[in-house]
């Protein structure tokens, strides 16, 4: 039972280009999150999708896009990398709405 | 506008001695409360929550205590180890509703 997962574990990109972030759950949870963690502004939301086939914008969906494959997996796609998205990347999961949330262990993402 | 604010970005105390973790919120819809405790280059882990028809909620050596009035939550953690040390991270939510509104995080240093 490995819980929330997420690949990569680290990326190094180009201003301008594009990349997938992957996140996958095996514990049937009905929800999943993307967060992102800047030094000194905690975890803010940037997608959520409440149930597979339905998604909806967080605090800060700017620049991003998701998509719920399927109850397990949940990505997070940047079109066009700019420098402001260098962050920490968390994909988290729970039960069903505002149930306790499980996160992965984070994506650190770099854009030059 | 933070509806979530932890003051103290830092805190440092003396292995065996409590430590108290201090949140304030201002959305007085708010009705369920978490804490969560992240390790570096780990994802946040979920420590305790409490709902707002109590005010108080223990878990071994954590307890959580609200008072709504004064739209305030502390952590008490007895006694404080050296795995303590950690970012706290305070969370909210509302109705039980999808979206949990994080705290930007309070560093704990447990001294030898």
């Known amino acids: 039972n490995a819980g929330v997962t997420q690949t990569p574990k680290f990326q190094v990109l180009k201003t301008g280009q594009s990349m997938t972030l992957q996140c996958a759950q095996d514990?049937?949870?009905?929800?999943m999150y993307w967060y992102r963690q800047d030094p000194g502004m905690g975890l803010r939301l940037i997608y959520y999708?409440?149930?597979?086939?339905?998604?909806d914008k967080g605090e800060v969906p700017n620049g991003y896009n998701v998509s719920r494959l399927n109850k397990r997996e949940f990505s997070l796609r940047l079109e066009s990398a700019a420098p402001s998205q260098t962050s920490v990347y968390f994909c988290a999961s729970s039960a069903d709405k505002g149930h306790t949330q499980y996160f992965g262990p984070g994506t650190r993402l770099t854009v030059l | 506008d933070q509806q979530v604010k932890q003051n103290s970005p830092s805190l440092s105390v003396q292995e065996g001695r409590i430590s108290i973790l201090n949140c304030d919120y201002t959305?007085?819809?708010?009705?369920?409360f978490l804490w969560y405790k992240k390790y570096p280059a780990e994802g946040p882990t979920f420590l305790i929550s409490?709902?707002?028809?109590?005010d108080k909620n223990e878990d071994g050596r954590f307890t959580v205590f609200l008072n709504k009035s004064a739209k305030h939550l502390s952590l008490h953690i007895v006694p404080s180890q050296p795995g303590d040390s950690a970012v706290y991270f305070c969370?909210?939510?509302?109705?039980?509703?999808?979206?949990?509104?994080f705290g930007k995080g309070t560093r704990l240093h447990i001294l030898p």
């Open positions: 999708s409440a149930s597979e086939g339905t998604t």
């Open positions: 959305n007085s819809m708010f009705d369920y």
């Open positions: 969370a909210a939510s509302m109705n039980r509703d999808d979206k949990i509104i």
């Open positions: 514990m049937n949870h009905n929800s």
């Open positions: 409490i709902s707002s028809i109590k």
